[in-house]
């Protein structure tokens, strides 16, 4: 789904049980994020393919990891934006394409979920896969990457494609209004 969409802005429900109907739903999305190109995608929740339900899977190291029903148990004081001061790491969403920002993020969380075999996981991160972990959590609490660009008066970009750089919005508010 892309902004703007209902369930994108909803507070999800955590999954009960791990039934045929849920295990559905975690194909379709393992599948969705596979298949997610152009751009492609680290990360995708279940609001973004429109089941309102607290879940979303990681793409990195060619590797996918499946996190439901995930808790922070801990989240360091230390913010980051990532990258260099010069350089941050720039955020985008496969709900919002082609549109990019840094965003604050905490340098480390420890996290609790449920693996698709209802095994419970209890991981830390730290850098990019707490940064991704984050941003695929506020999806699943109705929150965007660009609500921080707003509430921290931060810069927002639009690649253009055929240039294959980053252009500043003037006026990230003229943009953003969902």
Request: proline share 7%; charged share 25%; aromatic share 10%.
């Amino acid at each position: 789904l892309s902004v703007p969409h209902d369930t994108l802005r909803q507070t999800c429900t955590p999954i009960e049980r791990i039934t045929p109907d849920i295990q559905a739903k975690i194909d379709d999305l393992k599948e969705t994020m596979i298949n997610a190109h152009n751009p492609e995608g680290v990360g995708l929740s279940f609001p973004q393919i429109g089941y309102s339900l607290r879940g979303f899977v990681t793409y990195l190291d060619k590797k996918m990891r499946l996190y439901l029903n995930p808790t922070l148990l801990d989240i360091s004081e230390e913010q980051t934006l990532g990258g260099t001061k010069d350089r941050p790491t720039l955020e985008g969403c496969l709900s919002i394409p082609w549109l990019y920002g840094p965003v604050w993020r905490p340098k480390k969380i420890k996290i609790q979920a449920i693996d698709e075999h209802g095994a419970e996981v209890v991981k830390t991160f730290s850098s990019f896969p707490a940064r991704l972990f984050m941003h695929e959590f506020d999806h699943l609490e109705g929150v965007l990457f660009t609500d921080y660009t707003l509430r921290d008066s931060l810069p927002l970009y639009l690649l253009n494609k055929e240039q294959d750089k980053f252009i500043e919005i003037q006026d990230p508010g003229t943009v953003i209004k969902w």
